[in-house]
């Protein structure tokens, strides 16, 4: 159960991220069926971004349900960008947004991340600096879900039980995975060390 002192709180964390207006959702969070076309859609964003960027790309990886193939999704592709320091937009968001993308996010209290989108492919550009935790965290789990059914089949249960709820905001579903998140990582880790 959520009190209201901790709703209110993460609520001025979220529009405290956001670059421009933020509109709510109010709903439930809406999941499709596993689309083969993901990949692709991941490999046109990546060759624009390689071309707007050069060598200012570090790491440039699919990431999030969409690149594990059976896993429902919500339809937005995930990128992982990794540059030299994603807290100097000048060096990236600057090329990239003369290329039609757009900073929706930025927390520099976070791993200094930023979000980009674009405006003819729903996707979620995560941008961190090269060497960033985060990224090992979010390729690990990605490799954990793509490697072994049952967690992917877990995490399938639990996100279309979430998404069936009222949500004033994405991210509060996001949040709301949270644990089953730690739970997969744990396993991931516990995994990785063993094999070592």
Known sequence: MSDGNTDSKREEEILAARVGAMKPLNGPVVLTAYDPAWPKMFDQLAQRIRRTLGDRVVLLEHAGSTSVPGLSAKP?????????????????????????????????????????????????????????????????????????????????TTKRELASRTWKYTQNYADAKSEVVMEILTRAREAESSDR
């Open 76 to 156: 937005i592709i995930d990128i992982v960008l990794a540059v030299e320091d994603s807290s100097d937009e000048s060096a990236y968001v600057t090329p990239l947004e003369a290329e039609g993308f757009v900073l929706r996010v930025r927390e520099p209290d976070w791993f200094e991340h930023r979000v980009l989108k674009v405006p003819d492919i729903v996707a979620n550009i995560h941008v961190f600096s090269s060497g960033c935790s985060e990224i090992e965290t979010m390729l690990l789990f990605r490799d954990r879900l793509r490697n072994h059914p049952e967690d992917r089949i877990l995490y399938e």
